[in-house]
């Protein structure tokens, strides 16, 4: 079916939708729980609350330098799951086609989320298609939702309100990338081989710091907006304040320069394969050594403090020695980035 | 906020993210559950096997006689759930938002969606919200996943396995009214008052029958594609056969008056309130009276029989005495139904 492309009767529920979820959704996705036959899947969940989360996705372009659209709606909702504290079980998958979709590119984002979901270690066990006419959406958006466990390790689902003054923040490697790749991607800049989207499934390296039993208080990944707005929303909630060092922060020389020249600030743009983990003092340096034992945390490193002063405010130490306010991202610095 | 439109910055996931999801969301779906404050919900589901679906939907218009894009999108992922055995539980949505969309019909669908998910008994637990530029979709579409536990009192997930030669097919009503509301409000006809979507969550009266203990066999929701494919689907996994008497089949005169004008068969029309049912004979007429003590199921009806003679196939005698072979729906007759 390569040179096809999606039609209307792909949506229609009829014999045309029958086929593509044949040979397209079962092809990649069947295994143990999906199938065509049920229009629901049935779970056999381990004990324990359930953790339930969802997102749609419609990053443009389709595909960017270190992934594409399906692998971020399985990286992006398995991690969802792992920073509130869940172990990611099972995903749907929702997919709105634009007639004329070429089913080649259809394809590869199907096998890219299948294998990404194999990567993760969850099954995609139910999903759904509807297909609108030419010009009603961009090409391909999807909506991946998921179910996982509170993990026992874990303290309960990830909360503001566990943070302490003192606490130390650390993230897995460096910011930005994702976004930059994005934006590279979409304005066809030449620099696909220098840096790459950071989309990965991070629930196995977080699974490597529960299982040592850090106390982890604390736990969100830094997409849409960045690492500012998640610290921003993180001292507003806890009304406590955090200090930031700009020289602790780990940014890719050439994603500054890519700032530079767009005027985009590291801080503000989205990943999709880092975690900020907020845990006590004296287990910070322990933490970082286990997220380095990690491909996904090889750049792990502590970013800052939460601290009684200047309280509700994220505050950076600049490298020339002044403090500059960081606020919550304002307006949209760059669009469909997820 | 009446007059504004969506602007990018609402789907930033920065501080107009935030105030989107305080004054809409949270306004409306707020509960014991949902909170802005973590990005996935925490359930404490009852005993049982978990049963999982998800619908994305694009229904254009948004607002139809009977209901809307919000109604449809509780309504279908509560039946999904329903039908397939399970008690729905909580439901996630997310929101794709076109720029441009004016916040005053967005929080009418939102509204509608809180209001269908009250009466159907079910929380919406958590979301998302995406925005895309002017152009890059239809003003509004929204996927709802749903998470129920299989009802104690249904045999297991409904599955065509276990239909019967000598079962009877029940129907809770009317065929083919939504797809006609929904055409209607498309092509502007006057017929408003006529006739009106069925949309409906069938959970209350479905779990009034599995009450009773009638041992349902199978069920499912005719949505897109209509009876016929349904039918037709049934037919081949079962490799029985299904007589259709068209004397049966409960169509209104509008409904027909109105196939007929636009070359429609109101078999292939999408139901968004009908739920079918196949027991076993000696059930039939007890169903039908538990189905019509509830307001959805008022002109439930036996509509066929499963057979062994012609095996696989959908065969309808016609009302002048003649047999034609129902076919799946090809192609596509409406798109964007629901």
Redesign the interface.
């Known amino acids: 079916m390569k040179k096809e492309t999606i039609?209307?009767?792909h949506?229609?529920?009829?014999?045309?939708?029958?086929e593509l979820i044949r040979d397209m959704f079962m092809k990649h996705f069947g295994g143990e729980v999906l199938t065509a036959?049920?229009?629901?899947?049935?779970?056999?969940?381990p004990p324990g609350?359930?953790?339930?989360?969802?997102?749609?996705?419609?990053v443009?372009p389709l595909f960017f330098p270190g992934g594409d659209i399906g692998h971020l709606a399985v990286c992006g909702t398995v991690n969802?799951?792992s920073?509130?504290g869940?172990r990611p079980l099972?995903l749907?998958?929702?997919?709105?086609l634009e007639e004329g979709l070429s089913l080649e590119e259809l394809e590869r984002v199907v096998s890219s989320m299948a294998d990404t979901a194999r990567e993760a270690g969850v099954a995609i066990?139910?999903?759904?298609t509807?297909?609108?006419?030419h010009?009603?959406?961009?090409k391909l958006?999807i909506?991946t939702?998921?179910?996982g466990v509170?993990d026992p390790r874990y303290r309960?689902?990830?909360?503001?309100r566990d943070v302490q003054a003192g606490d130390r923040i650390i993230v897995n490697g460096f910011l930005g990338d994702h976004g930059v790749a994005v934006l590279a991607a979409r304005q066809h800049l030449d620099i696909s081989g220098e840096i790459v989207s950071d989309a990965a499934p991070l629930n196995k390296m977080i699974g490597r710091v529960l299982e040592e039993k850090v106390p982890v208080r604390f736990m969100?990944?830094p997409?849409?907006?960045?690492l500012a707005?998640l610290l921003c929303?993180l001292a507003e909630?806890t009304s406590l304040g955090i200090d930031l060092p700009e020289s602790a922060l780990p940014v890719r020389p050439e994603v500054k320069n890519i700032c530079e020249v767009f005027g985009f600030d590291p801080l503000?743009l989205?990943n999709e394969g880092k975690v900020v983990m907020v845990v006590p003092a004296e287990e910070a340096d322990r933490t970082v050594a286990l997220l380095r034992q990690d491909p996904r945390g090889r750049k792990a490193c502590i970013i800052g403090t939460i601290t009684h002063d200047h309280p509700g405010k994220v505050v950076m130490e600049t490298e020339i020695g002044g403090r500059r306010i960081v606020d919550?991202?304002?307006?949209?610095?760059l669009?469909?980035i997820?």
């Open positions: 039609l209307l009767g949506g229609s529920g009829g014999r045309m939708s029958q036959e049920t229009d629901a899947a049935l779970l056999d969940l609350m359930t953790v339930f989360t969802t997102d749609s996705y419609v443009s969802d799951l920073v509130s869940g099972a749907s998958a929702s997919f709105i066990v139910t999903g759904d509807k297909v609108v006419e010009g009603s959406c961009d958006f909506n939702a998921g179910i509170l309960g689902i990830s909360h503001a969100r990944d997409t849409r907006g960045g707005t929303d909630r503000y989205a919550m991202l304002a307006g949209e610095q669009p469909r997820c």
